[in-house]
């Protein structure tokens, strides 16, 4: 399976699970907010912290026409252009708050939603990119991230299978290997039975990428299975508070729920562990809870093994249970006292253990 490095980090199977609070809208016009968010992310666990690169009309044009009124139950009726008004993160924010976040020790990665977003991050000095979900069908714009020769987190929600391979192939094509796939259900917010967390596991076999999750369902159960299907990457929408009114704050996280999940996370990652049988280093001290074969009775020196005189009991000091049979209608070479765990040297049998 392949991995890839978000700079001083490595993505994939094997390696902690990768968390990127998406900031989005949550700073409601304000760069103190946004600023304030880096922190608050940086101390609810979240490896890195993500914006989204767009004005209004480099993602849309100011129109009232029918299609661009929004049908998506969020934002149900707004009208697209005074959507991204609102929710724009200013490019004029973005070079500072890249600094700020440097200065906190949090990865900073953005979405570019056009070419000028590209050029741009590229001027500010953007480690790797996020191409968002509704992105994953402009091709030009994948072939042109992709050309930076940079990692690439990409959400795959309403993706078809033919849909993935199109936009994987278009990053190769640009001589980039470096890509994390997410699994998205893109609804906001997502809902549990929508969720079909089974596909990523499928997702890592079928396009041999690792695989994480941008995950728009409320709380944080969907995240932490997520990690037990095998996601290496949780993109979480991320926000200071439900009471500060923008346009992604129903289905964002509070400082208090991300550290939930961040705990979370990485209690499900040491349950998972790795591949192993046998005792483990706690089991150690139950070891010897486990049946063997005892004398229960005293025994002398020629006495025959019975039923009555040995038996297979806890604990497990003696000769594993499975010798029982074998030991069974041989003699005693010594005298055993009741109570005495059995070994091979005390019966004429050729049983060894």
Known sequence: MKEIKLKNKRIGEGYPVYLIAEMSANHAGSKERAKEIIHAAKESGADCIKLQTYTPDTITIDCDKKWFTVKNA??????????????????????????EADRVGIDFLSTPFDRTAVDFLEDIGLDFYKIASFEIVDIPLIKYVASKGKPIIMSTGMATEEEIKEALSAIYEQ??????????????PAVA?????????????????????????????????????????????????????????????????????????????????????????????SFYSRKSVFAVQDIKRGDLLTPENIRV???????????????LGTRAVCDIERGTPFSGEMTDGKVEE
């Not at 009726?77 to 600094?99: D, F, I, M």
């Not at 001589?175 to 906001?188: D, F, H, P, R």
């Not at 009991?313 to 030991?327: D, F, N, T, V």
């Open 175 to 188: 001589g980039n290997e470096q890509v994390v796939l997410l699994k998205c259900s893109s609804a906001y």
């Open 313 to 327: 009991i806890r604990p497990g000091y003696g000769m594993k249970p499975k010798y029982y049979e074998r030991l």
């Open 74 to 99: 969020a934002w149900e009726g707004e009208n697209l252009y005074h959507l991204y008004e609102r929710a724009y993160t200013p490019w004029e924010w973005q070079k500072e708050l890249k600094e």
């Open 193 to 285: 039975e929508e969720m079909n967390l089974r596909t990523i596991a499928d997702m890592k076999t079928r396009f041999n990428t690792p695989v994480g999750i941008s995950d728009h369902s409320l709380g944080y159960l969907s995240a932490t299975v997520a990690v037990a299907q095998g996601a290496c990457v949780i993109e979480k929408h991320f926000c200071l508070s439900k009471e500060i009114d923008n346009p992604d704050v129903s289905f964002s996280m509070t400082p208090q729920e991300f550290s939930g999940m961040a705990e979370y996370v990485r209690t499900v990652e040491a349950a998972l562990g790795k591949v192993t049988y046998g005792v483990s280093k706690q089991e150690e001290e």
